[in-house]
């Protein structure tokens, strides 16, 4: 799940929220690892974006992870150019 919202700042700033029932906190850690990745590679400016996990993430490829976040970025019209 993705949250969006306009920022004055320019800059895009990234929150992440990984619940207990997504797994272990060891699970969660390389999660959180593998989302802050993903995110790295498609930052777009002046927006404030929280990544919510659900049951199931800390189990997906890390492809999963980034087609299914692709493809959220593509729903709030947020994609960079050339991807």
């Known amino acids: 799940m993705l949250r969006v919202r306009r920022n004055e700042l320019g800059l895009p700033r990234w929150g992440f929220a990984i619940g207990r029932r997504v ?9 959180r690892r593998r989302l802050r990745e993903i995110v790295r590679e498609r930052t777009v400016g002046g927006w404030d974006f929280v990544v919510i996990a ?25 994609s960079p150019p050339g991807r």
């Open 23 to 31: 797994g272990n906190a060891v699970q969660r850690n390389r999660l």
């Open 54 to 78: 659900r049951a199931g993430a800390a189990e997906a490829s890390y492809q999963d992870l980034s087609d299914a976040f692709q493809d959220l970025m593509g729903r709030a019209r947020l």
